[in-house]
């Protein structure tokens, strides 16, 4: 398996333009998260989707921030507009208990958005 | 809601000696306790995890042991090498409606010197 695949790897944008992440959980797997790493709040969940239903979207920011899964097998986290202090790494990860037996979870290499 | 506190934010350590890093969790319901590996530019991937049924699990190097009484569980690395250094975070898995969530520590960032 290719393991979860997100692009782009890098996005330089400036500020009020919007940007779009994706995300390809590993096939099967029927969770996927989306986090945010810094290096002052660390590693933060954003939401997350179960069969490609938001369970939990209580760590998204603002309104800003949207995340969609169109299908089980893509996912698109969106912020528009963007701002500066939105410059993060930005994870997927993709889970399935019945598989594993366990919430382990296998992150993505992540996406460095950088917003001037 | 859950809530893990990890520590230390820093450890630096000789290659060949040990190294440990400590979590607590607040949740005493929480039933999975895995540990993440995070190498420069990569993803987190799991090294190594634990279910509360148990109070210990080894694999060659790397041990975890979970106190549940006490609500903490500990990452120890024996023979560390150079390769080992990298960000280490902590996580738990809180049970109920929302499922298959892992919360995790602040992380630890561990400098092994060669």
């Known amino acids: 398996d290719a393991g979860v695949i997100q692009s782009p790897r890098h996005e330089v944008t400036e500020m009020g333009q919007e940007v779009t992440l994706r995300c390809k959980p590993i096939s099967g797997h029927d969770y996927l998260f989306w986090y945010r790493q810094t290096m002052m709040r660390g590693l933060e969940l954003l939401i997350y989707f179960n069969n490609n239903v938001p369970i939990d979207d209580s760590g998204m920011p603002e309104d800003r921030f949207s995340a969609k899964m169109p299908n089980a097998s893509f996912s698109t986290l969106k912020i528009q507009p963007s701002e500066p202090r939105d410059s993060a790494v930005y994870f997927c990860?993709?889970?399935?208990?019945?598989?594993?037996?366990?919430?382990?979870?296998?992150f993505g290499p992540g996406t460095r958005l950088t917003v001037l | 809601g859950e809530n893990v506190e990890q520590h230390p934010s820093t450890l630096s350590v000789q290659e060949g000696d040990s190294a440990v890093i400590k979590c607590t969790y607040s949740?005493?319901?929480?039933?999975?306790f895995p540990w993440y590996k995070q190498e420069l530019g990569k993803g987190p991937q799991l090294i190594i995890d634990i279910r509360s049924n148990v109070g210990e699990k080894k694999d060659q190097r790397i041990a975890v042991t979970l106190n549940k009484t006490a609500k903490h569980f500990s990452l120890h690395i024996t023979e560390t090498q150079p390769e080992d250094s990298a960000v280490y975070f902590c996580?738990?898995?809180?049970?109920?409606?929302?499922?298959?969530?892992?919360?995790f520590g602040a992380g630890t960032i561990l400098r092994v010197k060669s």
């Open positions: 990860a993709s889970s399935s208990y019945s598989r594993t037996g366990n919430n382990e979870q296998f």
């Open positions: 996580a738990a898995s809180p049970p109920g409606e929302y499922g298959n969530k892992l919360v």
């Open positions: 949740d005493s319901a929480s039933n999975y």
